[in-house]
């Protein structure tokens, strides 16, 4: 299949600058830039990421892209070009491939991705794909998780929580509100909620070796975390504090910037959620106390879902 499916994809892709040679050579051509170069990759299997019985394929092939654009903006960064592999289930192969680039090219075309290239193959196996993301920072200018500093403010994008009510097929990675603040503000740290906010907060403050004191009744909750508790027997804020796949950005930058950026630009979606703090570990005030909070979340290829994220104490 794999000669006539190329054709037919080299039909589709958009030539983008970008790339130099794209698809239909041994290796694209990518043309340099004076920007650091970042590169990010992530797979998905069917019945271990998604469920192929439940999920339309053309959402898991723009899940596949928009997860990573997600880490790209992590980074501070802005995609240029995809690589993308998929291990297809031998039969019906060209359907399921057909399917899978709907969903990859309309995430291509939304955030001006080019498909670089690829490869297909088939076997006896489920559905898996991998894509492979290249993108730019400004020099040294990168995002990292160890950039937080003492008494930098902690802010969120978005609202959380919810996100397997069907948001988590349909991510919408934060690349467009990066380009602003990098207009804006000084990033000190970022990282982008795929695990959840507590979990991926708790990676952020480990490598910068801080801790973070929150203000939980700030934590903004989605709408479906407050629908998903109808059911699940567990609070808003735990699904906001513990469930995975949001694709928000966690960032870090000096409070007076905040309070500058959060007064000025209401229309950005930001709420800040408490600050960092010397002492390790994940902290809430309480009648002037301090609690310990216990990160949790969904390890990925670890357990389901719904057991790693059982409750324990109320936060
Ligand atoms: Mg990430």
Request: include cysteine; aromatic fraction near 4%.
């Amino acid at each position: 299949m794999e000669q006539s499916f190329l054709a037919y994809l080299r039909g589709r892709c958009r030539k983008l600058p970008q790339v130099a040679v794209g698809i239909g050579d041994d290796a694209a051509v990518i043309a340099p830039r004076s920007e650091s170069q970042i590169v990010c990759t992530d797979q998905i299997i069917d019945g271990v990421d998604f469920d192929s019985s439940q999920h339309a394929l053309a959402d898991v092939g723009y899940k596949s892209m928009a997860i990573n654009l997600s880490d790209i903006a992590a980074m501070g960064g802005w995609p240029s070009a995809a690589l993308v592999t998929l291990s297809l289930p031998r039969r019906g192969a060209t359907r399921i491939a057909g399917d899978v680039y709907e969903g990859i090219l309309e995430a291509a075309e939304e955030f001006q991705v080019a498909i670089a290239g690829g490869d297909l193959s088939t076997y006896e196996g489920p559905l898996a794909i991998n894509a492979t993301l290249l993108g730019y920072v400004p020099e040294q200018g990168a995002w990292l998780r160890s950039g937080a500093r003492e008494d930098d403010a902690i802010v969120v994008s978005g609202a959380l929580g919810g996100s397997l009510r069907g948001r988590h097929l349909r991510p919408q990675p934060r690349l467009s509100l990066v380009q602003t603040l990098r207009e804006l503000v000084t990033i000190h740290a970022a990282i982008d909620i795929s695990d959840g906010l507590s979990l991926d907060l708790d990676r952020l403050c480990a490598a910068s070796r801080v801790g973070a004191e929150l203000d939980v009744e700030q934590i903004p909750i989605h709408r479906d975390a407050v629908e998903m508790a109808h059911q699940s027997g567990r609070t808003p804020f735990e699904h906001a504090w513990s469930d995975g796949e949001d694709f928000e950005l966690i960032l870090t930058l000096p409070q007076d910037q905040t309070d500058h950026l959060l007064t000025e630009r209401a229309d950005l979606g930001l709420t800040q959620i408490g600050k960092i703090v010397g002492r390790t570990g994940l902290w809430k005030r309480a009648r002037g106390k301090l609690q310990r909070l216990p990160p949790q979340g969904y390890v990925h290829g670890s357990s389901d879902p719904t057991s790693s994220n059982a409750p324990s104490t109320q936060p």
